[in-house]
């Protein structure tokens, strides 16, 4: 089965990181495109940022461009999401998700398999 599991989420204050890892298994890596989203509390799932199979094609949202930087390793199979200059709007669940596509997505039903979420919290 697909697995993706997130990691390196927590607490901190606004004006601050945190680099979010997302660990892959059960997929040939290479063939996916891979992306971030969140959710807040009472609002939808909405689109973070996303990157291509090879790393070379990235698309971040709006309300995080120039602050958060997506990446990927193909060896470890493994996206991460660099995220600075935090504020406390950036407070959500962020998941890891995976699409068999070689084309970048930007939304929920494009992609294929979820990781379980880990939780950032920005205080002010």
């Known amino acids: 089965q697909v697995q993706l599991v997130e990691s390196g989420g927590g607490l901190v204050q606004a004006g601050g990181s945190l680099r979010l890892s997302c660990a892959a298994s059960?997929?040939?890596?290479?063939?996916?495109?891979m992306g971030w989203f969140r959710q807040a509390p009472g609002k939808e799932r909405e689109f973070v940022a996303a990157i291509s199979r090879s790393g070379g094609n990235t698309y971040s949202a709006d309300s995080v461009k120039g602050r958060f930087t997506i990446s990927r390793d193909n060896a470890k199979k493994t996206v991460y999401l660099q995220m600075n200059s935090l504020k406390p709007e950036d407070t959500a669940v962020y998941y890891c998700?995976?699409?068999?596509?070689?084309?970048?997505?930007?939304?929920?039903?494009?992609?294929?398999?979820w990781g379980q979420g880990t939780q950032v919290t920005v205080s002010s």
């Open positions: 059960g997929l040939t890596f290479m063939r996916y495109a």
């Open positions: 998700a995976a699409a068999y596509s070689g084309l970048l997505r930007y939304v929920p039903d494009d992609y294929d398999s």
